[in-house]
Nanobody, 125 residues
Framework: QVRLVESGGGSVQAGGSLRLSCVAS??????????MGWFRQALGKEREGVAS???????TYADSVKGQFTISKDSAKNTLYLQMNSLKPEDTAMYYC?????????????????WGQGTQVTVSS
């Protein structure tokens, strides 16, 4: 069983920053054999990939967040992070942490097997 629990969401003004965390537990080692990713879903829109990180540390970002968001992980804590800077109202969404065995391959959400419950991020102008 794999469990992912996100935290760190909240309400901020445009230009502000937030850091999301995702603690992984159960039969998962985020440093070995798993791809980890962050996704978001705004109201009325499809879920979209934001960033992913391979077990060897290679990262991939959606074009919309390159240079603005940074994905990282702390192996000792089995925790994934998403540092979000210069936030804009269009970044408002529910943010989800996800995992899949093997390589990331894609930021398409259907490829991911395990999901957290999500954490809401609201950016006001």
């Amino acid at each position: 069983q794999v469990r992912l629990v996100e935290s760190g969401g909240g309400s901020v003004q445009a230009g502000g920053s937030l850091r999301l965390s995702c603690v992984a537990s159960g039969y998962i080692d985020i440093d070995s054999g798993y791809c980890m990713g962050w996704f978001r879903q705004a109201l009325g829109k499809e879920r979209e990939g934001v960033a992913s990180i391979e077990d060897d540390g290679d990262t991939t970002y959606a074009d919309s967040v390159k240079g603005q968001f940074t994905i990282s992980k702390d192996s000792a804590k089995n925790t994934l992070y998403l540092q979000m800077n210069s936030l804009k109202p269009e970044d408002t969404a529910m943010y989800y942490c996800a995992a899949r065995p093997g390589r990331c391959s894609s930021l398409t959400w259907i490829w991911y097997d395990y999901w957290g419950q999500g954490t809401q991020v609201t950016v006001s102008s």
